[in-house]
């Protein structure tokens, strides 16, 4: 179990008049363009480091600033409509730093799965994660 969030951007003040200009024009689907939907942000999960969604990097570069800055123009909201703060945000994620990532669950799988066989994914040598900057990347864009 665990604890999805998403982002909702905050549209610029040049955003926003040509929002209205939009809506005056009844042009509904410009402004649901200008406006995107949720943007999936990342996974909390118990006993686990946070786990972010690279969004195929269509909002932020690879790294930490620029993530932090994209994230700062959003509001965040986790999966129950809590609203969370930029700051409780960022001090959650880094409250699971050392938590458990792929490689360390495979490293402990035969003490937590005692008798089971490894799955595949972590005997294939493929990645389903990567680091940037001391943040785990999914390598999927699909969460549950």
Known sequence: MGTNYS???????????????????ENLLEVKRIIPDKIHIGKSSSGWEFLFNHNDWKYFDKSK?????FVSQCNIEDEYGRIISNDD???????????????R???KWDEIHPNQPKPY????????????DGLRFSMSTEFS
């Open 7 to 25: 982002l909702y951007k905050i549209p610029t003040w040049e955003e926003l008049e040509k929002i209205k200009s939009l809506i005056d024009e």
């Open 65 to 69: 600033k620029s993530l932090k800055d």
């Open 121 to 132: 994914y972590m005997t294939s040598g493929r990645k389903n994660e990567i680091e940037v």
């Open 89 to 103: 945000f960022w001090n959650m994620v880094e409250s699971k730093k050392g938590g458990l990532n792929s490689e």
């Open 105 to 107: 669950y495979a490293e």
